[in-house]
């Protein structure tokens, strides 16, 4: 069997192809259900998508009916493919390696590359440097860097094994974004809106819009290349998902990556890492009060630079903390899809007390298994591309989804007002709050220290926007009240309705 996998040792942590078409048969796919694949796809000798094919192939196969999978898994043949590599992340390397030359069905299974991100995550934390595939990584590392030789030069040639889930997998990693997926534009468009104006047009009503021309003067928009940001963060690490890594790093894997799920750089931190990137941007001017800015230093995590290569991006969730949130473009462009907080977004399953949300393994299977549903809907999402230099603003509550369409770089930031403040007050002191409030340490006592500083600071702000709050309640109920009451009894008690 592969001579790839007789060296692997357990590791030490360390301190252009013309674009083809193929077949596939998804759910909610209206016309054509055809897909593009990336120019790169397949182009790596060492790539073993190709090793699976959909399971309707199978009927079209010249022996229909034999699929490798179940002649070469044994007793594990019952387990659906899902379960079967849950189980199979549980091995470690060195005998993922030794059960991969056990059969052809568990060669393609064991090469599954994410039970080898796992690995590589797990041992390695960010101190890896990105080989193509995880798998070659794994064990680039594993012989100290002299292991070059040890990785096949191509896959072996596997014909037969049918798989619909390892499939999409790799489906999803190679496929470009269909044309109808971008095209929906339907967001709100403001240039050169007031502050008044954002605060009773948009704020107050809790509705998404995409500001243009307000971050403008932004220092970054023109300084943020890869070589002024490796300059000004050398020796300097950065979240990405689990591990921490620095951004050389980062980027030699953006360059190399094709995955489901890219490793997204999100981090909190990068303006005290790096003081000169909070220099070289501003909070717009419709977002600078924020009310967390009271606890000083207990607040909770509110701004966040965002690197990702395209495919990477954020799956279906609400901002933490009932804030509302914005989200300025430097670099790259990125798509959005926005449902509204009553409306639970096809295929995303949150639980009751709000504490957990089942969704799709990643975006690329939203897009492919749901997004089709939208179209029938009374309320359709709100949707867009936002490129350099425009700003989306994320209203409380808000269900939202976020893909990079390319190398993208942008900065958020989540903030309180006081349009914002109840919601925020009531969320905090929610009974499960100790698992529903994230970003700080100290997720039991936030409301009420929240509201000590709100009262020191100012004065009087929470009655006020109770009393406002009940005042707007009571005047609806009783325009309710005068509209089902409004009834002529010698019409036959005819009433309006609305």
Not at 47 to 74: M, Q
Not at 189 to 209: D, T, Y
Request: net charge neutral; hydrophobic share 40%; aromatic share 10%.
């Amino acid at each position: 069997m592969p001579g790839a996998f007789h060296a692997l040792l357990p590791l030490k942590p360390k301190s252009k192809s013309k674009r083809r078409r193929i077949r596939s048969h998804p759910k909610d796919h209206a016309g054509d259900p055809s897909f593009h694949l990336k120019a790169s796809a397949s182009a790596s000798p060492r790539d073993i998508g190709c090793l699976v094919e959909p399971l309707g192939n199978l009927f079209l196969a010249a022996t229909p009916g034999a699929n490798l999978r179940d002649a070469g898994l044994g007793a594990l043949r019952p387990l659906p493919d899902d379960l079967l590599l849950d189980v199979l992340g549980l091995l470690p390397a060195r005998d993922l390696a030794a059960l991969s030359a056990c059969s052809k069905a568990f060669y393609v299974v064991a090469a599954h590359d994410p039970l080898w991100r796992a690995l590589v995550l797990d041992e390695l934390g960010g101190a890896f440097d990105f080989a193509g595939t995880w798998r070659a990584t794994y064990l680039a590392a594993a012989s100290g860097g002299r292991g070059a030789h040890l990785i096949p030069p191509r896959a072996l040639k596997i014909r037969g094994f049918y798989s619909d889930y390892l499939f999409q997998s790799w489906l999803c990693a190679n496929m470009e974004m269909r044309h109808e997926w971008l095209a929906r534009d339907n967001i709100e468009r403001r240039r050169g809106v007031s502050v008044e104006q954002f605060i009773a047009e948009v704020e107050e009503p809790n509705r998404p819009v995409l500001l243009e021309g307000c971050i403008d003067g932004w220092p970054a928009l023109q300084k943020w290349s890869r070589e002024y940001l490796l300059e000004i963060s050398a020796g300097k690490e950065f979240a990405v998902g689990p591990v921490s890594m620095t951004l050389e790093r980062y980027f030699r894997y953006a360059d190399n990556v094709q995955e489901e799920r890219p490793l997204y750089l999100f981090d909190s931190k990068f303006a005290e890492k790096v003081p000169e990137m909070g220099r070289d941007y501003e909070v717009p001017v419709y977002f600078r009060e924020d009310l967390f800015s009271v606890l000083g230093e207990e607040r909770p995590d509110y701004r966040w630079v965002i690197i990702g290569p395209a495919g990477s991006g954020s799956s279906f969730h609400v901002d933490p903390n009932s804030t509302s949130a914005w989200n300025a473009i430097i670099k790259g462009s990125k798509k959005w899809v926005m449902f509204p907080p009553e409306v639970v977004p096809p295929g995303v399953h949150p639980s009751a007390d709000g504490a957990e949300v089942t969704s799709p393994v990643s975006i690329m299977e939203w897009f492919m298994n749901f997004y089709g549903a939208c179209k029938t809907w009374e309320k359709r999402p709100i949707e867009c591309v936002c490129r350099a230099g425009e700003v989306v603003f994320v209203p409380n509550g808000w269900w939202h989804l976020v893909i990079n369409l390319e190398e993208s770089i942008a900065i958020t930031q989540n903030y309180v007002s006081r349009r914002n403040l109840l919601n925020v007050l009531d969320f905090l002191k929610k009974p499960n709050a100790s698992e529903l409030v994230s970003g700080t340490k100290d997720r039991v006592n936030l409301h009420d220290k929240f509201c000590g500083a709100i009262e020191a600071a100012h004065p009087g702000m929470i009655n006020q926007l109770q009393l406002e709050a009940q005042q707007k309640v009571a005047a609806w109920k009783k325009k309710a009240s005068f509209w089902d009451s409004a009834a002529d009894a010698r019409s036959g008690g005819f009433k309006f309705s609305f």
